[in-house]
């Protein structure tokens, strides 16, 4: 039951990642960014560690979400 509840939870703040990273005009830090990331990654790694698989792979993608962000919205917009 925690597994879907996590599941869920994660889920829940994918859409907000998502739309930073789609906005052309967003700009989030480097040093946010990574960390959110690395964050993120590590909590992947525990819950699969601790058997909960559906809560693993959806921070894994929230993961690999603010690590695109990391890529693509690190720079600030140009002017123009």
Same mark, same amino acid.
């Given at each position: 039951m925690w597994d879907w509840i996590l599941l869920g939870a994660t889920l829940a703040l994918t859409p907000g990642a998502l739309r930073t990273l789609f906005d052309r005009s967003a700009y989030i830090p480097r040093a946010t960014s990574g960390l959110f990331t690395v964050a993120i990654a590590i909590i992947a790694v525990t819950l699969t560690q601790m058997d909960a698989p559906l809560g693993a792979t959806a921070?894994?993608? /929230?993961?690999?979400?603010? %690590? %695109?962000?990391?890529? %693509?919205? /690190?720079?600030r917009p140009s002017n123009g």
């Open positions: 921070n894994a993608i /929230g993961s690999c979400t603010w %690590a %695109a962000i990391f890529v %693509a919205r /690190g720079k």
